[in-house]
């Protein structure tokens, strides 16, 4: 019997009509293998994975495969957006098996959840050295069957290698001058100059390294940093990565140049993105920076909102083509016919020209991936997307991933919040406010204790993770600052309360799950940023921002001595640890505190947000309020607003000219 019809998880909900008897991942499963004694079959993916959705429909939707499963294993179905602690666990004993990594992750366990053989996607034949996945389950059931006791010894040595990965990276201090200066060197060593980013194919967008050499231009006057990141996002925006007619990014590029995608669009990537080209543009005014980010911010709000207010995961790479078949891309790409059908011949020539568009095809069977090499600015460019986008939106949509993620709509409050303050859109703004409200609601229970995903405004049975927190309380904090709403500021103080309490250990170092949480075969705990900022770096960058507007010591000594880890790790892989650099970077600037006296959304409160020292927090408000801690004791001077700014226990005079007060958080 399937049992996972009545789940939260769209990825699971996919595989509900399998013949394949899947289980949820519970410990009922786990006792079904103990009775039965078989293994456990764990396969894990997401909604929007597209070799997912292949081996689903090669081997989970085949009745022969689906039998065989079912006779000699008990089948786990996890969804790693849903359970990222499950799926960080068992993908560290896949890439310690076998050097790498990726979705579907297919691991085979003992009925006490120990992994002894792993693999990713499997063909239903052999092919180009892979065995069938026929093949992989009949040599599993004959070693459990003849060789149990080699199969006991391979998970107990498996279960005794990770048990000794624990980290202790806490307590040796936070990076300084230093470390920070010895990590733009290897990002310089890893820049592409010709093409934009750091390595080669496949690339994914860097946005958390970004925003680190944005931050270490603001604070040391490096042009070496801000041009990296300038020119990085010049390309990326100009190539296939980014929607050249909705807005939005993909997931990453499978080439150097940023030209073809991988298609799915994911809510993590776009809010990090759009946060980016926010900072950017005021940094340095870029008109391509200011467009992305509002494009970004819009396609967020237009294709992933949810009518509870929140943000959905993803949107799938594939869609129907014109032949009702299931393809990648087949919702964005464009041959030049296809354009002469929509814009006539003229036209047509032009945005061949405009978007790159070829007879032979920057992808596949001659379609073309729009990028945009000419003028951006080229005004009969927007009459020709308009009429684009309409005739796109015709085609059969991909698939979207409806369920709520904590931290990725903590991410989204941030950079909603943000782009809306800085370029004067009161819609965004609400848009992230619709956002936090769900997640308080939804995802906080009476104690504060996040659950990590919802459906439908109906909370998911999961605990939320560290990155949950961490992301979440980075968005109420941002949304304090842009609304000058103190409630946002006590919100994060109850979850960054819960992470001194539950996520931490004796030295500092944090752990991905709290010590109250389902134990696993080892407790998760990783430091470095992949997709989005890991639990750790995301935690320490919401610490040390509350520790600002509050004075709470025991914050900001959390904050410095999680930093350890990006002190050891920084000069190192300074790629895998952006977010972390880009809170040392605070850390070393102060970070600065900024009190403005006076009306929320004032001349003194914009310049005060457009600010660009590094993680300076900004509270707004009426003198005398108790909404923050910031203002107290500050009047405004003579009865006009009044802004007041303090770093390292030494505050600047108070000041009523926006000049003077831009002057003071300029960075440098």
């Given at each position: 019997?399937n049992?996972?019809?009545?789940?939260?998880?769209?990825?699971?909900?996919?595989?509900?009509?399998n013949?394949?008897d899947w289980w949820?991942?519970?410990?009922?499963?786990?006792?079904?293998?103990?009775?039965?004694?078989?293994?456990?079959?764990?396969?894990?993916?997401?909604s929007?994975?597209?070799w997912?959705?292949?081996?689903?429909?090669?081997?989970?939707e085949?009745?022969?495969?689906?039998?065989?499963?079912?006779?000699?294993?008990?089948?786990?179905?996890v969804d790693?957006?849903?359970?990222?602690d499950?799926?960080?666990?068992?993908?560290?004993?896949?890439?310690?098996?076998?050097?790498q990594?990726?979705?579907?992750m297919?691991?085979?366990l003992?009925a006490?959840?120990?992994?002894f053989?792993?693999?990713?996607?499997?063909?239903?034949?052999?092919r180009?050295?892979?065995?069938?996945?026929?093949?992989?389950?009949?040599?599993?059931?004959?070693?459990?069957?003849d060789?149990?006791?080699?199969?006991?010894?391979?998970?107990g040595?498996?279960?005794?290698?990770?048990?000794?990965?624990?980290?202790?990276?806490?307590?040796?201090?936070p990076?300084?001058?230093a470390?920070l200066?010895?990590?733009?060197?290897?990002?310089?060593?890893?820049?592409?100059?010709?093409?934009?980013?750091?390595g080669?194919?496949?690339k994914?967008?860097?946005?958390?390294?970004?925003e680190?050499?944005l931050?270490?231009?603001?604070?040391t006057?490096?042009?070496?940093?801000?041009?990296?990141?300038?020119?990085?996002?010049?390309?990326?925006a100009?190539?296939?990565?980014?929607?050249?007619?909705?807005?939005g990014?993909?997931?990453y590029?499978?080439d150097?140049?940023?030209v073809?995608?991988?298609?799915?669009?994911?809510?993590?990537d776009?809010?990090?993105?759009?946060?980016?080209y926010?900072?950017?543009?005021?940094s340095?005014?870029?008109?391509?920076?200011?467009?992305?980010?509002?494009?970004?911010?819009?396609?967020?709000?237009?294709e992933?909102?949810?009518?509870?207010?929140?943000?959905?995961s993803?949107l799938?790479?594939?869609?129907?083509?014109?032949h009702?078949?299931?393809v990648e891309?087949?919702y964005?790409?464009?041959t030049?016919?296809?354009?002469?059908?929509?814009?006539?011949?003229?036209?047509?020539?032009?945005?061949a020209?405009?978007?790159?568009v070829?007879d032979?095809?920057?992808?596949?069977?001659?379609s073309?991936?729009l990028q945009?090499?000419?003028?951006?600015?080229?005004?009969?460019?927007?009459?020709?997307?308009?009429r684009?986008?309409?005739?796109r939106?015709?085609?059969?949509?991909?698939?979207?991933?409806?369920?709520i993620?904590?931290?990725?709509n903590?991410?989204?409050?941030?950079?909603?919040?943000?782009?809306g303050?800085?370029?004067?859109?009161?819609?965004?703004?609400?848009?992230?406010?619709?956002a936090?409200?769900?997640?308080v609601?939804?995802?906080?229970?009476?104690?504060?204790?996040?659950?990590?995903?919802?459906?439908?405004?109906?909370a998911?049975?999961?605990?939320g993770?560290?990155?949950d927190?961490?992301?979440?309380?980075?968005?109420?904090?941002?949304l304090?600052?842009?609304?000058?709403?103190?409630?946002?500021?006590?919100?994060?103080g109850?979850l960054l309360?819960?992470?001194?309490?539950?996520?931490?250990?004796?030295?500092?170092?944090?752990?991905?799950?709290?010590?109250?949480?389902?134990?696993?075969?080892?407790?998760?705990?990783?430091?470095t940023?992949s997709?989005?900022?890991a639990?750790w770096?995301?935690a320490a960058?919401?610490l040390?921002?509350y520790a600002?507007h509050?004075?709470?010591?025991?914050?900001?000594?959390?904050?410095?001595?999680?930093?350890?880890?990006?002190?050891?790790?920084?000069?190192?892989?300074?790629?895998?640890?952006?977010?972390?650099l880009?809170?040392?970077?605070?850390?070393?600037?102060?970070?600065?505190?900024?009190a403005v006296?006076?009306?929320?959304?004032?001349?003194?409160?914009?310049?005060?947000?457009?600010?660009?020292?590094?993680?300076?927090?900004?509270?707004?408000g009426?003198?005398?309020?108790a909404?923050?801690?910031?203002?107290?004791?500050?009047?405004?001077?003579?009865?006009?607003?009044t802004?007041y700014?303090?770093?390292?226990?030494v505050?600047?005079?108070?000041t009523t000219?926006a000049?003077?007060?831009?002057?003071?958080?300029?960075?440098?």
């Open positions: 019997m049992r996972l019809a009545g789940v939260t998880s769209p990825y699971l909900l996919q595989h509900a009509d013949p394949v949820p991942w519970s410990s009922e499963a786990f006792e079904e293998a103990r009775r039965r004694d078989v293994p456990v079959l764990l396969s894990v993916g997401y929007s994975c597209h997912c959705h292949v081996m689903a429909h090669e081997s989970f085949d009745e022969v495969t689906a039998a065989y499963m079912n006779e000699h294993f008990v089948s786990v179905k790693r957006e849903e359970r990222p499950v799926d960080a666990v068992y993908m560290e004993a896949v890439q310690a098996a076998t050097g990594g990726g979705w579907p297919t691991v085979f003992t006490d959840a120990e992994p053989y792993f693999g990713t996607y499997f063909p239903p034949e052999a180009h050295g892979m065995p069938s996945f026929r093949q992989v389950l009949e040599g599993v059931a004959a070693a459990w069957t060789r149990r006791d080699e199969v006991g010894e391979v998970a040595r498996i279960v005794r290698d990770l048990s000794e990965r624990s980290l202790a990276l806490g307590g040796d201090g990076p300084g001058e470390e200066a010895q990590a733009l060197l290897g990002l310089t060593r890893d820049y592409d100059e010709k093409r934009g980013g750091f080669g194919a496949p994914f967008p860097p946005s958390m390294v970004l680190f050499l931050r270490h231009h603001a604070r006057g490096a042009d070496g940093a801000l041009q990296m990141a300038a020119d990085t996002c010049a390309v990326m100009r190539g296939g990565i980014y929607d050249q007619l909705g807005g990014f993909a997931r590029a499978v150097r140049e940023w073809v995608p991988h298609f799915e669009k994911m809510l993590y776009n809010a990090l993105l759009c946060r980016v926010a900072h950017l543009w005021r340095t005014g870029s008109e391509l920076a200011r467009r992305v980010a509002l494009e970004t911010a819009d396609f967020m709000v237009r992933l909102r949810t009518p509870e207010g929140g943000f959905a993803a799938d790479a594939d869609s129907e083509d014109a009702g078949k299931h891309g087949a964005y790409v464009w030049p016919e296809q354009l002469r059908e929509v814009l006539g011949e003229e036209d047509a020539a032009f945005a020209e405009h978007f790159g070829t032979e095809g920057t992808f596949e069977e001659g073309s991936v945009l090499p000419g003028d951006p600015d080229d005004p009969r460019a927007a009459g020709v997307r308009e684009l986008l309409a005739a939106d015709a085609r059969p949509r991909p698939g979207r991933d409806d369920k993620v904590a931290a990725w903590g991410l989204a409050v941030a950079a909603l919040a943000e782009t303050a800085f370029f004067d859109r009161p819609d965004l703004i609400e848009r992230a406010t619709e936090a409200d769900l997640l609601r939804v995802h906080m229970g009476p104690v504060a204790r996040l659950v990590r995903t919802s459906k439908d405004g109906r998911g049975d999961h605990a993770v560290l990155e927190y961490g992301d979440v309380a980075e968005g109420f904090l941002a304090a600052a842009v609304t000058g709403e103190g409630a946002w500021l006590e919100f994060a109850f309360d819960i992470v001194l309490q539950h996520f931490r250990g004796e030295g500092g170092e944090l752990y991905d799950t709290a010590d109250d949480a389902e134990r696993l075969i080892r407790r998760p705990q990783d430091p940023d997709a989005t900022p639990g770096t995301a960058g919401a040390l921002s600002a509050t004075g709470s010591e025991p914050h900001r000594t959390a904050a410095e001595e999680s930093l350890g880890v990006v002190k050891a790790l920084g000069p190192r892989a300074p790629r895998f640890i952006g977010w972390g880009a809170v040392a970077e605070a850390l070393l600037d102060g970070p600065r505190e900024v006296a006076g009306p929320v959304g004032g001349e003194l409160h914009r310049t005060a947000l457009l600010g660009r020292a590094p993680g300076a927090v900004v509270a707004a009426e003198p005398g309020g909404e923050f801690p910031l203002l107290a004791g500050r009047p405004m001077a003579d009865g006009a607003p802004a700014v303090c770093r390292h226990f505050c600047d005079a108070p000219d000049e003077t007060l831009a002057r003071a958080l300029g960075g440098a």
